[in-house]
């Protein structure tokens, strides 16, 4: 493999940022349906909302110490709010809007589940009222940062394609290809791993969640074959990036981890869940497992397979 200097910083960033997203407009969806409110408790709202501003503000945070002015001059980061012709400018305006979305909504949502949080804040902050109306605040909120959670997940992928130097990325499958996974990896957190942990029967009460999933996950695979083959088409350094993920050394990992454990299986897993209208406790918590876990090597192998165009 090319020596270059992209690695797992680079994809644990990516990947948190398409995690937080996702796992919001998980929230947001259960919200905005009604679904969230079928049951007395719903882990996948609790969840979604709960971690999505955290794992966004991890990633925003790698980012920007990953950036060469990062470390050294960090006062220079103030400076990328103003170019707006750069990509990396319309990403920083994204994150600074949709991270204090994200944190109130998790607060909100969790002072929903937990009255006795607000009935303990009023106590040290006398100007809180007895009761809030937290379906309509959070209608709201779900519905603008769900936007910006959108274009959150999709600039974790045109941050990479504008980058011309490296064909595999100088596409625009990439954009699309996070966007669906940063909501397949929301859904494998919020519902089959934490829904199903904390609610095992969960999945009984949402019937069309094994047919979302089936859906997404086919087009996270036919989006990933799409740009490997497009890449082994065009040739060049872009046919060798896409040989190193598909023949490489780390083949391994992207055809037993990525695509058996992290996409095949689970597809499977739903398929039977949709016919059967239930699955079990443990295929939906590795189900759960094996999304998130691919969605983090997807990053990863399209990261460290990148071979730029010789200067």
Known sequence: MAE??????????????????????????????????RQKYCPTALVGAGVSGPLILIGTVLLIFDLGAGLRE??????????????MTWGIWILSLFLP?????????VMHVYPQIL?????????LPETLPYRRIKRVLAIVGGVLA???????????????????????????????????TGMGLTFDLAATLAVPEVHRHYRHMPLIHMLFIGLEIGLLALLLISALMQGGVAAESAKLILLGKSSVVFWV????????????????????????????VLSGAGIVIAGLFVRYLIVAAAIPVAL
């Open 4 to 37: 270059h200097h992209w690695g797992w910083l680079v994809a644990i960033y990516l990947f948190l940022g398409g995690m937080g997203a996702g796992s919001f407009l998980m929230a947001a969806a259960v919200e905005l349906t009604g679904m969230r409110y």
């Open 74 to 87: 960090p006062w220079r980061i103030l400076l990328m709010f103003t170019n707006l012709q750069s990509v």
């Open 101 to 109: 979305i994200a944190f109130i909504y998790g607060i909100l949502e």
């Open 119 to 127: 009935a303990w804040a009023r106590k040290r902050l006398a100007f």
């Open 150 to 184: 959108i274009g959150t997940a999709i600039y974790t992928g045109v941050l990479l394609s504008v980058i011309q130097a490296v064909p595999l990325w100088n596409t625009p499958v990439l954009p699309a290809l996070f966007l669906v996974s940063a909501v397949s």
């Open 257 to 284: 981890l990525v695509m058996g454990f992290g996409m095949f299986y689970p597809l499977m897993v739903h398929v039977y869940a949709f016919a059967r209208k239930s699955h079990g406790y443990l295929s939906g």
